[in-house]
């Protein structure tokens, strides 16, 4: 594999880093409420008027067509200039949209994809349950084919920017009695149907973005069903190895830079006894290892990509992706919080630019979100590695 840019891809780079050199905004991005929303929208609007939302979807749904690995470029000069958070449109851009482009129907595609590149919608994701999170196939909420409606009852949890979203990525069961895994169906749920209410959950790291959500015969038309009514697993599958796969791209190079931006933090700040904390030789060696380990990642991000290019879309590798990404977040958020000392105390609200307690609460949920850190762990053990199946 030749890691080194082509002059095309280098050339690519620099139009890239000049856009976002001109077009990110420079006012503090905000991190609730309807101010969210518009700005986050905004944000989206701006990289689709430039040209750059959708890099590797398919022109005629509004994308640029062009190869995953000018996507990667694009996030790692994105993660560079500080762009903000994709926010708002993490679901529709990273796995609603390219779970539709994999397996949506025309009209599905051609109506939703360039609304979602637009910012102007919000997607969310109503897959988890109060019963049915890391075994995500034992679901519950029902749904009964009445004419070409689905009429569901029951209830999601942990939906992410729910209140804010106008389409959802649902799962419902509309089999019975057969294996768990079918019977489910994939659909997208318009979030201002009559007999949807949603409530958010208030969490220690600050602004409520998640949501539970309740379904009290939800009509639904069957024609917004992707995939085959009951032959939803497999769809969920593929939002799933979106999500994990390349969902986080952005976010893995953001922290490459993260681990750079604190050795820099450690060179300029002294303790209580005028020491340069990089010269505390525990903190030195814990920097050399994340520097080792964000190469490391770097690398892995790579090859995934490269893999991911040759294929309609992510392979289980990128459970490794995601269980490395997502505990090496934890150590470098926590070796933050140790170089500012008892600062870290302190917990600055997510969005200042030295909140790292914020951010380091915010890593919890890392090694659980897109599925937890065991369950990648099995999924590698038993589907990469072909080791026998648990229990
Ligand atoms: C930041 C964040 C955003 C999220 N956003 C959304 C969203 O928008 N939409 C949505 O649908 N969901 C969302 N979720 C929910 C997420 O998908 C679930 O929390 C996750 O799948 C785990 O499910 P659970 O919380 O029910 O935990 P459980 O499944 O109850 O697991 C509890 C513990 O048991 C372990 N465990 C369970 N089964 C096994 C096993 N077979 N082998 C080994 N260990 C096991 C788990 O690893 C975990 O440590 C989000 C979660 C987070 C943290």
């Known amino acids: 594999m030749d890691l080194d840019l082509s002059p095309e891809m ?38 689709y008027d430039g040209g750059w939302a959708g890099i590797n979807w398919p022109v005629e749904y509004g994308g640029r067509g062009l190869s995953l690995l000018q996507q990667m470029i694009w996030f790692e000069e994105y993660a560079w200039a500080d ?13 609603a949209g390219p779970t539709l482009i994999a397996r949506a129907g025309d009209e599905q595609k051609s109506f939703h994809l360039p609304r979602i590149l637009r910012g102007e919608v919000v997607w969310c994701q109503g897959f988890s349950e109060p019963g049915a999170g890391s075994d995500l196939a034992s679901l519950s909420t029902r749904a009964e084919v009445d004419g070409d409606h689905l009429v569901v009852n029951g209830q999601k949890i942990w939906t ?4 804010h979203a106008d389409y959802q990525e649902l799962l419902v069961r509309t089999g019975r009695g057969e ?21 958010p959950i208030p969490t220690m790291t600050g602004p409520a973005h998640f949501c539970e959500v309740f379904y009290d015969d939800v009509r639904i038309p069957v024609s917004n069903v992707v995939g085959e009514v009951g032959g939803g697993w497999s769809v969920a599958m593929s939002t799933l190895s979106f999500e994990r796969g390349t969902g986080f791209l952005k976010e893995q190079v953001a922290l490459v830079r993260l681990v750079d931006q604190l050795i820099e933090l450690a060179r300029d700040r002294v303790d209580a006894r005028g020491r340069r904390r990089l010269d505390d030789e525990v903190i030195a060696q814990r920097l050399a290892t994340a520097r080792a380990e964000a190469a490391a990642l770097t690398a892995m991000a790579l090859a995934d990509v490269s893999r991911n290019a040759r294929r309609p879309q992510p392979g289980v590798e990128g459970s490794m992706l995601r269980v490395f990404f997502s505990e090496l977040g934890q150590r470098v958020a926590k070796l933050a919080v140790d170089i500012i000392e008892d ?7 997510y969005g200042l630019p030295d909140s790292y307690s914020a951010g380091w609460y915010r890593t919890f949920a890392y090694t659980i979100a897109a599925g937890s850190k065991d369950i990648q762990r099995n999924i590698i053990g038993e589907r990469f590695l072909g080791l026998p199946r648990g229990r």
């Open 343 to 349: 600062e870290g105390l302190e917990a600055r609200p």
């Open 160 to 163: 992410s920017y729910a209140e």
């Open 83 to 95: 762009a903000p958070d994709v926010g708002v449109s993490f679901v529709g851009v990273n796995h």
């Open 179 to 199: 294996r768990k895994h079918d019977g489910i169906t994939w659909t997208v749920c318009d979030m201002r149907t009559p007999g949807i209410t949603v409530r």
């Open 10 to 47: 280098r050339a690519f780079r620099d139009e890239v880093r000049t856009w976002l050199r001109e077009n990110v905004p420079s006012e503090p991005q905000p991190h609730d409420g309807p101010e969210m929303r518009d700005f986050d929208l905004a944000w989206q609007r701006t990289q």
